[in-house]
C-alpha cells in the first residue's frame, strides 16, 4: 500500500511539474514578445538583449519536449517555433517602418508557419488536434497583432489591457500541451 502510494505521488508530482513548466513557457512567450513589440516600437536600447531572450523560448520547449519525443521531434518543434518569432520580429519591424506590402507577407508566412506547427503537433500526439492548436494559434497570432499594432500607434490603455487576454491565451496553450502529453503518457 504505501510503494503504491508513493508510485501516485510520484505521477501526481510529475503531472504538476509538467503543467507548471509549460505554463512558465507559454508565459515566458507571451511576455517576452510583449518586451520585443514595446523595444521595438519605441527603439529601447535593450533588444538586442531582449530578443536573444525571446529566442531562448523555443530551446527552453525543446529542452522539455526531448524528454517525451526524443531529439530529432524536440529540434522540430524549436525550429517551427523559432521561425514563428523570427517572422512576428519581421512583420512588427515592417508595420513599424509603413510596409505594408511586407507586413502582409510576413502575415501570410505567420499564419502558414502557425499550420505547420498545429500539424506537426497533431502528427505526435494523438492527444492534441490539429484543428485545436490551429484555432488556438491563430488567435494567438491575431492577439498578438493586435498588441503590436496598440503599441505601435501609441493606444497604450488598450495595448495593456489586450495583455490580460494574451496572458490568458498563452496559459490556454500551456494547459491543453500539458494535458495532452499527461494523456499520452499516462502521467
Not at 12 to 37: G, Q, V, Y
Not at 110 to 130: G, K, T, V
Request: proline letters at 2%; aromatic letters at 10%; a negative charge.
Amino acid at each position: 500500500m504505501i510503494n503504491r502510494r508513493v508510485n501516485t505521488m510520484s505521477s501526481c508530482a510529475k503531472r504538476i511539474e509538467l503543467i507548471n513548466t509549460l505554463r512558465k513557457l507559454w508565459s515566458e512567450h507571451t511576455m517576452w514578445t510583449r518586451s520585443f513589440i514595446i523595444s521595438t516600437a519605441a527603439d529601447l536600447g535593450d533588444l538586442q538583449y531582449v530578443t536573444q531572450r525571446l529566442l531562448r523560448n523555443p530551446k527552453d520547449f525543446a529542452a522539455v519536449l526531448r524528454g517525451y519525443y526524443g531529439f530529432d521531434k524536440a529540434n522540430r518543434f524549436e525550429q517551427l517555433l523559432t521561425e514563428h518569432l523570427t517572422i512576428a520580429a519581421g512583420f512588427v519591424n515592417e508595420a513599424k517602418a509603413g510596409d505594408t506590402p511586407a507586413a502582409n507577407e510576413s502575415r501570410k508566412n505567420w499564419y502558414r508557419n502557425a499550420d505547420e506547427i498545429a500539424e506537426f503537433l497533431a502528427s505526435i500526439n494523438p492527444f492534441w488536434s490539429r484543428r485545436m492548436w490551429q484555432a488556438m494559434l491563430h488567435e494567438h497570432l491575431k492577439i498578438t497583432e493586435e498588441e503590436a499594432v496598440l503599441r505601435l500607434t501609441g493606444q497604450y490603455s488598450a495595448d495593456v489591457a489586450l495583455y490580460d487576454e494574451i496572458e490568458a491565451q498563452g496559459l490556454e496553450m500551456a494547459d491543453f500541451m500539458a494535458e495532452g502529453i499527461i494523456n499520452q503518457f499516462n502521467l
